[in-house]
């Protein structure tokens, strides 16, 4: 293994020393190129860089590995539940009893939304994209806890900064979900884990005695801890270069919601159902749309296929396959979706046009059919991956803090016109 990189530019030869991490991923360390050479490097999409050095979440794009501070997610998914991984991603071990319970109470004991944040909420109108509500709502949670906009807080703070933000995220959520379909929002119960708690607030009735499904608990937690992290993508790296800036907790995590939303990040998971649904509107001929999806004049795109680091399989995506037929079943759903869902799977991987160019179903792919199944609408679907992925952002955001990184600002190579002087065009 080399353990220096030379750069020849010209007649110049630069030193410049390798990095490796602990599960062996070389890395030129390129922190000093520009003092030595004078040059940057250009990466659009920054496929090529390592933005940090970090020890949360280990994923391996070929092999299709995927661990959470080295434990397999197929073990976690398995055997453990959204909190415990939400207590080992941001602590860096799992939680003993003692701390397991300390910490799941501490949480249940800031469900509670101040009630004045509901008079933000009333302004949204009720068709609003949750994905907006959300990311103003999170924004607007931090005028609430003014402590927490000092960059210098004491660990006790921040950590209290961070229960607040995971315990009232899903009453939120939860509001939301609520307005859209015209029902008075569920205050917390105390009396309930975490995602009972955050099920009885959506679907719960006031008028009503709220007994949560073990079967649908299991599933949503499983579907939590899959989305829990997943290194350097793209709102998480919003979420530490916000961050970077010492911008507080609450506005980092908004920050991160509004990168989740795009259609190529978390979007992904609605379009997937939109598309299903275009394809059974129209016959369910799944044949048909992997043709219209080759054909390069056709605007229909597969959606929930290829992922920008896994090159052979999402490993998430065949834990929520899985669950997906497991929770259908046993809640005794048909879904004709899910059938048109397995086609185009089956289709599209034997098709060398998706074999060649590695398209093969990710996380997005099944999630929506068992939150479908679960009664959330198509529009609540990014929300949910958020709602999983907070404890991925808010670790990340705690250990790009706790790391003193400094704050992120790339470089550009500029293309726009050479100096030229002005003379005065318009007519004034
Ligand atoms: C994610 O879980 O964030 C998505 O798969 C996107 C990514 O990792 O780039």
């Not at 997943?230 to 509004?258: K, L």
């Not at 790339?410 to 050479?418: A, E, K, L, S, V």
């Amino acid at each position: 293994m080399a353990d220096k990189a030379f750069i020849k530019l010209g007649e110049k030869e630069v030193e410049l020393p390798i990095y490796v991490g602990t599960e062996g991923e070389e890395s030129i360390d390129i922190n000093k190129l520009r003092d030595l050479t004078g040059f940057v490097t250009l990466d659009s999409g920054y496929k090529n860089t390592g933005a940090t050095k970090s020890g949360i979440t280990f994923l391996d794009g070929e092999l299709g590995i995927l661990r959470y501070r080295g434990y397999p997610i197929e073990q976690l998914a398995e055997k453990s539940n959204f909190m415990e991984v939400a207590y080992l991603l941001l602590y860096g071990e799992l939680p003993t009893n003692d701390q397991f319970v300390d910490f799941t109470d501490r949480i249940t004991h800031h469900t509670l939304v101040h009630e004045d944040v509901k008079q933000f909420f009333d302004g949204f109108p009720s068709n609003a994209h949750p994905m907006g509500q959300l990311c103003s709502l999170m924004c607007t949670l931090s005028s609430f806890y003014p402590d927490s906009l000092n960059p210098n807080m004491s660990k006790e703070a921040t950590d209290l900064t961070i229960i607040r933000i995971l315990a009232k995220m899903a009453t939120v959520v939860s509001w939301i979900h609520k307005k859209s379909v015209g029902h008075p929002i569920m205050y917390p119960q105390n009396k309930y884990d975490y995602v009972s708690n955050f099920l009885y607030m959506t679907f719960g009735m006031r008028t009503e005695e709220y007994v949560p499904d073990p079967v649908v608990v299991d599933a949503l937690d499983k579907l939590l801890i899959l989305h829990a992290d997943h290194e350097q993508n793209c709102s998480t790296s919003t979420v530490r270069m916000v961050g970077s800036s010492q911008a507080n907790a609450y506005a980092s995590v908004a920050a991160g919601v509004a990168a989740l939303w795009g259609p190529l990040h978390g979007g992904a998971n609605q379009q997937v159902i939109e598309m299903l649904e275009i394809i059974k509107a129209d016959g369910g001929n799944v044949a048909k749309f992997v043709e219209k999806a080759k054909d390069k004049n056709d605007n229909f795109r597969l959606m929930g296929f290829g992922h920008r680091v896994y090159k052979n399989f999402d490993p998430r995506a065949k834990i929520i396959k899985e669950a997906c037929d497991n929770v259908l079943n046993k809640l005794g759903v048909f879904d004709p979706v899910l059938d048109i869902a397995k086609q185009l799977e089956e289709v599209a991987l034997k098709d060398p046009y998706f074999v060649e160019r590695k398209l093969y179903p990710n996380v997005d792919f099944y999630s929506g059919i068992i939150y479908r199944a679960i009664g959330f609408p198509t529009e609540m679907f990014t929300v949910l991956f958020a709602l999983g992925r907070l404890p991925g952002w808010l670790s990340q955001w705690k250990e790009m803090r706790e790391a003193n990184e400094p704050i992120g600002r790339p470089r550009q190579i500029y293309t726009g016109p050479t100096v030229r002087d002005y003379t005065n065009i318009a007519i004034r």
